[in-house]
Protein backbone atom coordinates (compact mmCIF):
# COMPACT_ATOMS: atom_id res chain seq x y z
CA UNK A 1 0.00 0.00 0.00
CA UNK A 2 1.09 3.64 -0.74
CA UNK A 3 1.11 6.55 1.81
CA UNK A 4 -0.14 8.75 -1.00
CA UNK A 5 -2.34 7.03 -2.44
CA UNK A 6 -6.84 7.73 -1.07
CA UNK A 7 -7.95 5.27 1.98
CA UNK A 8 -11.68 5.83 3.32
CA UNK A 9 -11.88 5.88 7.37
CA UNK A 10 -15.59 5.00 7.92
CA UNK A 11 -17.60 7.50 6.13
CA UNK A 12 -14.77 10.23 5.86
CA UNK A 13 -12.80 9.99 2.27
CA UNK A 14 -9.37 10.85 2.43
CA UNK A 15 -6.98 11.37 -0.71
CA UNK A 16 -3.94 10.22 1.18
CA UNK A 17 -2.47 8.78 4.63
CA UNK A 18 -1.08 11.52 5.88
CA UNK A 19 -3.00 12.52 8.38
CA UNK A 20 -2.57 15.59 10.59
CA UNK A 21 -2.51 14.34 14.31
CA UNK A 22 -4.09 16.48 17.14
CA UNK A 23 -2.33 19.39 18.44
CA UNK A 24 -3.25 21.52 21.15
CA UNK A 25 -1.50 25.37 20.25
CA UNK A 26 -3.32 27.07 22.37
CA UNK A 27 -4.32 30.08 20.36
CA UNK A 28 -8.22 30.27 21.07
CA UNK A 29 -8.10 33.28 23.71
CA UNK A 30 -10.24 33.34 26.72
CA UNK A 31 -13.50 32.75 25.11
CA UNK A 32 -11.81 29.77 23.46
CA UNK A 33 -12.98 30.27 20.06
CA UNK A 34 -10.96 29.69 16.96
CA UNK A 35 -10.78 32.98 14.98
CA UNK A 36 -9.20 33.82 11.59
CA UNK A 37 -5.76 32.72 12.86
CA UNK A 38 -7.12 29.52 13.55
CA UNK A 39 -8.82 28.98 9.90
CA UNK A 40 -5.67 30.04 8.26
CA UNK A 41 -3.95 27.23 10.56
CA UNK A 42 -5.89 24.35 9.44
CA UNK A 43 -6.69 25.73 5.60
CA UNK A 44 -2.96 25.82 5.09
CA UNK A 45 -2.75 21.98 5.91
CA UNK A 46 -5.30 20.95 4.01
CA UNK A 47 -3.67 18.67 1.42
CA UNK A 48 -3.37 16.11 4.35
CA UNK A 49 -6.00 13.46 4.05
CA UNK A 50 -7.70 13.80 6.97
CA UNK A 51 -6.99 17.27 9.48
CA UNK A 52 -7.64 15.93 13.69
CA UNK A 53 -8.10 19.58 14.76
CA UNK A 54 -6.61 20.15 18.65
CA UNK A 55 -8.14 18.71 21.74
CA UNK A 56 -10.99 20.38 22.52
CA UNK A 57 -13.41 20.76 25.23
CA UNK A 58 -17.07 19.85 25.69
CA UNK A 59 -17.90 21.53 28.37
CA UNK A 60 -16.33 24.45 30.55
CA UNK A 61 -15.84 21.80 33.07
CA UNK A 62 -14.04 19.48 30.56
CA UNK A 63 -11.24 22.86 29.86
CA UNK A 64 -7.68 21.62 30.56
CA UNK A 65 -5.64 24.71 29.06
CA UNK A 66 -6.08 28.42 29.08
CA UNK A 67 -6.71 28.83 24.93
CA UNK A 68 -7.84 25.78 24.70
CA UNK A 69 -10.61 26.08 21.87
CA UNK A 70 -13.78 24.54 22.89
CA UNK A 71 -17.52 23.50 21.11
CA UNK A 72 -19.59 24.73 24.42
CA UNK A 73 -20.84 28.12 23.37
CA UNK A 74 -22.39 29.56 20.22
CA UNK A 75 -19.18 31.57 19.24
CA UNK A 76 -17.25 28.44 19.56
CA UNK A 77 -19.22 26.50 16.72
CA UNK A 78 -19.28 29.34 14.78
CA UNK A 79 -15.47 30.12 14.97
CA UNK A 80 -15.62 26.00 14.22
CA UNK A 81 -17.76 26.77 11.31
CA UNK A 82 -15.12 29.39 9.60
CA UNK A 83 -12.19 26.63 10.38
CA UNK A 84 -14.30 23.68 8.56
CA UNK A 85 -15.39 26.33 5.36
CA UNK A 86 -11.50 27.24 5.09
CA UNK A 87 -10.48 23.40 4.84
CA UNK A 88 -13.18 22.37 2.79
CA UNK A 89 -12.58 25.32 0.14
CA UNK A 90 -9.12 23.86 0.07
CA UNK A 91 -10.39 20.18 -0.34
CA UNK A 92 -9.48 18.87 2.80
CA UNK A 93 -11.29 16.39 5.79
CA UNK A 94 -11.64 17.71 9.21
CA UNK A 95 -12.76 15.98 12.46
CA UNK A 96 -12.42 17.41 15.91
CA UNK A 97 -10.87 15.89 18.36
CA UNK A 98 -13.41 16.02 21.71
CA UNK A 99 -11.17 16.22 24.77
CA UNK A 100 -12.74 16.16 28.19
CA UNK A 101 -9.33 17.25 30.25
CA UNK A 102 -10.52 15.96 33.56
CA UNK A 103 -7.90 15.98 36.41
CA UNK A 104 -5.36 17.94 34.21
CA UNK A 105 -6.53 21.34 35.18
CA UNK A 106 -7.62 23.95 37.66
CA UNK A 107 -10.79 25.57 39.17
CA UNK A 108 -8.94 28.75 37.50
CA UNK A 109 -9.07 27.02 33.94
CA UNK A 110 -12.88 25.59 33.97
CA UNK A 111 -14.00 28.08 36.06
CA UNK A 112 -16.49 26.24 36.88
CA UNK A 113 -15.11 25.50 41.18
CA UNK A 114 -13.75 22.37 40.77
CA UNK A 115 -11.87 19.99 38.49
CA UNK A 116 -13.53 15.84 37.71
CA UNK A 117 -11.67 12.71 37.23
CA UNK A 118 -12.96 9.01 38.57
CA UNK A 119 -11.39 9.13 41.73
CA UNK A 120 -10.39 12.14 44.28
CA UNK A 121 -6.68 11.74 43.48
CA UNK A 122 -4.35 15.03 42.50
CA UNK A 123 -1.61 14.87 39.53
CA UNK A 124 1.69 14.75 41.43
CA UNK A 125 3.16 18.42 40.32
CA UNK A 126 2.04 22.03 38.66
CA UNK A 127 -0.41 23.13 36.08
CA UNK A 128 -0.07 26.21 34.30
CA UNK A 129 -3.15 28.39 35.38
CA UNK A 130 -3.92 32.03 34.14
CA UNK A 131 -2.31 32.92 37.94
CA UNK A 132 0.57 31.03 37.39
CA UNK A 133 1.93 27.64 38.52
CA UNK A 134 -0.25 25.96 41.32
CA UNK A 135 0.09 22.21 42.32
CA UNK A 136 -2.83 20.24 40.67
CA UNK A 137 -5.56 19.86 42.92
CA UNK A 138 -8.17 17.14 44.74
CA UNK A 139 -10.44 16.33 41.33
CA UNK A 140 -14.03 15.75 42.06
CA UNK A 141 -14.79 12.16 42.04
CA UNK A 142 -17.46 11.58 39.82
CA UNK A 143 -20.77 10.00 40.81
CA UNK A 144 -22.44 7.61 38.72
CA UNK A 145 -25.18 9.84 38.03
CA UNK A 146 -22.32 12.58 37.16
CA UNK A 147 -20.38 10.43 34.84
CA UNK A 148 -23.37 9.92 32.38
CA UNK A 149 -24.13 13.55 32.16
CA UNK A 150 -20.46 13.93 31.24
CA UNK A 151 -21.48 11.21 28.38
CA UNK A 152 -24.20 13.48 27.18
CA UNK A 153 -21.87 16.34 27.16
CA UNK A 154 -19.79 14.74 24.90
CA UNK A 155 -22.48 14.19 22.84
CA UNK A 156 -23.61 17.51 22.98
CA UNK A 157 -20.38 18.80 21.81
CA UNK A 158 -19.81 16.20 19.08
CA UNK A 159 -23.25 17.15 17.71
CA UNK A 160 -22.63 20.83 18.30
CA UNK A 161 -19.02 19.84 15.49
CA UNK A 162 -20.83 18.22 12.82
CA UNK A 163 -23.97 20.85 12.94
CA UNK A 164 -20.80 23.30 12.36
CA UNK A 165 -19.60 21.64 9.26
CA UNK A 166 -16.68 19.30 10.97
CA UNK A 167 -16.40 15.72 9.24
CA UNK A 168 -16.68 13.97 12.50
CA UNK A 169 -15.37 13.79 15.81
CA UNK A 170 -12.44 12.58 17.54
CA UNK A 171 -13.11 10.65 20.96
CA UNK A 172 -9.75 11.71 23.19
CA UNK A 173 -9.32 8.43 25.19
CA UNK A 174 -5.29 9.25 25.28
CA UNK A 175 -2.63 10.86 27.06
CA UNK A 176 -3.45 10.88 31.23
CA UNK A 177 -7.01 12.77 29.69
CA UNK A 178 -10.88 12.21 31.76
CA UNK A 179 -11.20 9.19 29.41
CA UNK A 180 -8.02 7.56 30.00
CA UNK A 181 -8.06 8.34 34.14
CA UNK A 182 -10.91 5.67 33.69
CA UNK A 183 -8.95 3.30 31.99
CA UNK A 184 -5.87 3.35 34.03
CA UNK A 185 -5.90 1.52 37.38
CA UNK A 186 -3.60 4.11 39.02
CA UNK A 187 -6.12 7.14 38.36
CA UNK A 188 -9.28 4.82 38.96
CA UNK A 189 -9.99 3.49 42.31
CA UNK A 190 -14.17 3.30 41.93
CA UNK A 191 -15.79 0.65 43.45
CA UNK A 192 -18.63 1.15 41.43
CA UNK A 193 -19.67 -0.16 37.94
CA UNK A 194 -16.93 1.95 36.58
CA UNK A 195 -14.33 0.84 38.58
CA UNK A 196 -11.87 -2.35 39.64
CA UNK A 197 -12.10 -4.49 37.00
CA UNK A 198 -10.72 -3.93 33.38
CA UNK A 199 -14.05 -4.34 31.41
CA UNK A 200 -15.62 -1.93 34.54
CA UNK A 201 -12.63 0.14 33.90
CA UNK A 202 -13.54 0.48 30.17
CA UNK A 203 -17.19 1.16 30.56
CA UNK A 204 -17.13 4.87 30.85
CA UNK A 205 -14.65 5.06 27.24
CA UNK A 206 -17.50 2.27 25.59
CA UNK A 207 -20.51 4.35 26.48
CA UNK A 208 -19.09 7.36 25.62
CA UNK A 209 -18.17 6.07 22.06
CA UNK A 210 -21.21 4.16 21.69
CA UNK A 211 -23.46 7.44 22.54
CA UNK A 212 -21.70 9.72 20.04
CA UNK A 213 -22.20 7.43 17.23
CA UNK A 214 -25.28 6.98 17.72
CA UNK A 215 -26.20 10.53 17.80
CA UNK A 216 -23.89 11.19 14.57
CA UNK A 217 -23.47 7.98 13.00
CA UNK A 218 -20.49 5.38 13.48
CA UNK A 219 -19.03 6.10 10.33
CA UNK A 220 -17.61 9.95 11.13
CA UNK A 221 -16.36 8.90 14.56
CA UNK A 222 -13.03 7.73 15.73
CA UNK A 223 -11.24 7.78 18.86
CA UNK A 224 -7.84 8.31 20.19
CA UNK A 225 -6.23 5.62 22.70
CA UNK A 226 -2.25 5.32 24.25
CA UNK A 227 -1.87 2.32 26.40
CA UNK A 228 1.25 1.94 28.38
CA UNK A 229 1.88 5.48 27.28
CA UNK A 230 2.48 6.32 31.00
CA UNK A 231 1.62 10.03 31.12
CA UNK A 232 -0.16 12.83 33.48
CA UNK A 233 -0.22 9.88 36.25
CA UNK A 234 -2.88 7.57 34.18
CA UNK A 235 -0.19 4.93 34.65
CA UNK A 236 -0.51 1.61 33.02
CA UNK A 237 2.76 -0.48 33.99
CA UNK A 238 0.93 -4.00 34.32
CA UNK A 239 1.32 -5.32 30.71
CA UNK A 240 -1.19 -8.24 31.23
CA UNK A 241 -3.65 -4.97 32.62
CA UNK A 242 -3.70 -3.33 29.83
CA UNK A 243 -4.15 -6.11 27.29
CA UNK A 244 -7.32 -7.33 29.69
CA UNK A 245 -8.01 -3.66 29.30
CA UNK A 246 -7.84 -2.20 26.03
CA UNK A 247 -9.36 -5.52 24.60
CA UNK A 248 -12.28 -5.26 26.91
CA UNK A 249 -12.55 -2.01 25.45
CA UNK A 250 -11.91 -2.69 21.85
CA UNK A 251 -14.16 -5.58 22.21
CA UNK A 252 -17.05 -2.71 23.08
CA UNK A 253 -15.82 -0.81 20.24
CA UNK A 254 -16.07 -3.38 17.20
CA UNK A 255 -19.51 -3.43 17.12
CA UNK A 256 -20.54 0.17 16.77
CA UNK A 257 -18.50 0.08 13.17
CA UNK A 258 -16.56 3.20 14.13
CA UNK A 259 -14.80 5.09 11.53
CA UNK A 260 -10.87 4.39 13.40
CA UNK A 261 -9.31 3.38 16.02
CA UNK A 262 -5.88 5.96 16.23
CA UNK A 263 -3.37 4.46 18.75
CA UNK A 264 -0.56 6.16 20.28
CA UNK A 265 1.92 3.68 20.99
CA UNK A 266 5.92 3.55 20.53
CA UNK A 267 5.82 0.06 19.07
CA UNK A 268 3.00 0.13 16.43
CA UNK A 269 4.09 -2.83 14.89
CA UNK A 270 4.42 -4.52 18.00
CA UNK A 271 2.07 -7.45 19.42
CA UNK A 272 -0.01 -5.30 21.57
CA UNK A 273 -1.11 -2.52 18.74
CA UNK A 274 -1.68 -5.05 16.07
CA UNK A 275 -3.57 -7.32 18.54
CA UNK A 276 -5.83 -4.48 19.44
CA UNK A 277 -6.27 -3.48 15.44
CA UNK A 278 -7.32 -7.36 14.67
CA UNK A 279 -10.18 -7.29 17.48
CA UNK A 280 -10.70 -3.42 16.46
CA UNK A 281 -11.49 -4.86 12.83
CA UNK A 282 -11.52 -1.62 11.29
CA UNK A 283 -9.12 1.12 9.97
CA UNK A 284 -5.85 2.09 12.33
CA UNK A 285 -3.91 5.30 12.43
CA UNK A 286 -0.86 4.93 14.16
CA UNK A 287 1.54 7.27 15.52
CA UNK A 288 4.28 6.03 17.64
CA UNK A 289 4.65 8.90 20.17
CA UNK A 290 6.50 11.77 21.42
CA UNK A 291 10.28 10.34 21.41
CA UNK A 292 11.41 11.47 17.70
CA UNK A 293 9.14 12.95 15.29
CA UNK A 294 7.24 10.60 12.86
CA UNK A 295 9.39 10.51 9.66
CA UNK A 296 9.01 10.16 6.13
CA UNK A 297 10.47 6.73 6.43
CA UNK A 298 8.60 5.96 9.23
CA UNK A 299 5.34 6.10 7.89
CA UNK A 300 5.95 4.80 4.60
CA UNK A 301 7.29 1.53 6.05
CA UNK A 302 3.67 1.67 8.15
CA UNK A 303 1.43 1.65 5.66
CA UNK A 304 3.74 -0.72 3.11
CA UNK A 305 3.65 -2.91 5.66
CA UNK A 306 0.11 -2.65 6.37
CA UNK A 307 0.73 -2.13 9.92
CA UNK A 308 -1.92 0.84 9.63
CA UNK A 309 -4.09 2.25 7.44
CA UNK A 310 -3.05 5.45 7.90
CA UNK A 311 -0.33 7.55 10.19
CA UNK A 312 -0.51 10.46 12.57
CA UNK A 313 1.97 12.73 12.10
CA UNK A 314 2.34 15.87 14.21
CA UNK A 315 5.65 17.89 15.12
CA UNK A 316 6.51 17.62 10.89
CA UNK A 317 2.85 19.00 10.26
CA UNK A 318 3.36 21.77 12.29
CA UNK A 319 6.68 22.83 10.44
CA UNK A 320 5.45 21.98 6.96
CA UNK A 321 2.05 23.38 5.77
CA UNK A 322 2.36 21.13 2.79
CA UNK A 323 4.18 18.17 3.89
CA UNK A 324 2.89 15.67 1.67
CA UNK A 325 3.80 17.78 -1.40
CA UNK A 326 7.15 17.42 0.42
CA UNK A 327 6.95 13.82 1.12
CA UNK A 328 5.62 12.77 -2.00
CA UNK A 329 8.41 14.47 -3.85
CA UNK A 330 11.36 13.51 -1.59
CA UNK A 331 11.80 17.74 -0.94
CA UNK A 332 13.76 19.09 2.19
CA UNK A 333 11.85 19.35 5.40
CA UNK A 334 11.37 22.46 7.45
CA UNK A 335 12.44 22.42 11.46
CA UNK A 336 9.71 22.82 14.07
CA UNK A 337 10.24 25.19 16.83
CA UNK A 338 9.10 23.67 20.06
CA UNK A 339 9.42 27.12 21.75
CA UNK A 340 6.22 28.53 19.62
CA UNK A 341 4.07 25.50 20.11
CA UNK A 342 2.22 26.95 22.82
CA UNK A 343 3.16 30.46 22.10
CA UNK A 344 0.22 33.20 20.99
CA UNK A 345 0.33 34.42 17.62
CA UNK A 346 1.21 33.43 13.81
CA UNK A 347 4.68 32.89 14.90
CA UNK A 348 5.54 29.51 14.75
CA UNK A 349 2.02 28.76 13.57
CA UNK A 350 0.75 29.89 10.13
CA UNK A 351 4.39 31.06 9.10
CA UNK A 352 5.97 28.05 8.48
CA UNK A 353 7.23 28.38 4.46
CA UNK A 354 5.61 26.04 1.52
CA UNK A 355 8.28 24.91 -0.79
CA UNK A 356 7.29 27.62 -3.17
CA UNK A 357 8.03 30.20 -0.77
CA UNK A 358 10.60 28.59 0.94
CA UNK A 359 14.62 30.76 0.80
CA UNK A 360 15.91 27.54 0.08
CA UNK A 361 14.33 26.80 -3.27
CA UNK A 362 14.60 30.91 -3.90
CA UNK A 363 18.45 30.58 -3.82
CA UNK A 364 18.24 27.17 -5.72
CA UNK A 365 16.92 28.92 -8.84
CA UNK A 366 19.74 31.38 -8.92
C1 LIG B 1 2.47 20.67 20.56
C2 LIG B 1 1.79 19.35 20.69
C3 LIG B 1 0.43 19.32 21.03
C4 LIG B 1 -0.25 18.11 21.11
N1 LIG B 1 -1.60 18.11 21.38
C5 LIG B 1 -2.29 16.94 21.35
C6 LIG B 1 -3.71 16.94 21.51
O1 LIG B 1 -4.38 17.98 21.63
N2 LIG B 1 -4.34 15.73 21.49
C7 LIG B 1 -3.66 14.54 21.32
O2 LIG B 1 -4.27 13.48 21.30
N3 LIG B 1 -2.32 14.53 21.14
C8 LIG B 1 -1.62 15.69 21.14
N4 LIG B 1 -0.27 15.68 20.89
C9 LIG B 1 0.39 14.42 20.46
C10 LIG B 1 0.44 14.35 18.92
O3 LIG B 1 -0.84 14.14 18.40
C11 LIG B 1 1.40 13.23 18.43
O4 LIG B 1 0.95 12.01 18.91
C12 LIG B 1 2.83 13.49 18.87
O5 LIG B 1 3.26 14.78 18.47
C13 LIG B 1 3.81 12.47 18.28
O6 LIG B 1 3.77 12.52 16.86
P1 LIG B 1 4.99 13.17 16.04
O7 LIG B 1 6.22 12.37 16.42
O8 LIG B 1 4.64 12.96 14.58
O9 LIG B 1 5.09 14.59 16.42
C14 LIG B 1 0.44 16.89 20.85
C15 LIG B 1 1.81 16.93 20.53
C16 LIG B 1 2.48 18.14 20.45
C17 LIG B 1 3.93 18.14 20.03
Given at each position: ??????????????????V?AP?????????????????????????????I?????????????????????????????????????????????????????????????????????????????????????????????????????????????????????E?HSANGY?LH??LS????????????????????V????????????????GIRISPEHNIQ?ALETDHLDVLATYV?LV??L??????YLSVLHSEPTGDLVQELRRRF??PLIANSGFATPTT??EA?QLI?A?HAEAVAVG????????????????????????????????????????????????????
Open positions: MDLFAPVSLGDLQLANRVMLTRLRSGDAGVPGALVADHYAQRASVGLITEGTFPSAEGRAFPGQPGIVTDEQAEGWRRVAEAVHARGGRIVMQVMHGGRVSHPDITGTGRVVAPSAIAIDGEVRTPAGKQPFPVPHALTAEEARATVRDIVAASERAVAAGLDGVILEFPATNHREDEYGGSPANRARFVEVATAVADAIGAGRVGADGRPLGLADGRDVESRLVIANPDLVERWAGGHPENVPNPATFYAAGAEGYTDYPTLVASPADASGGR
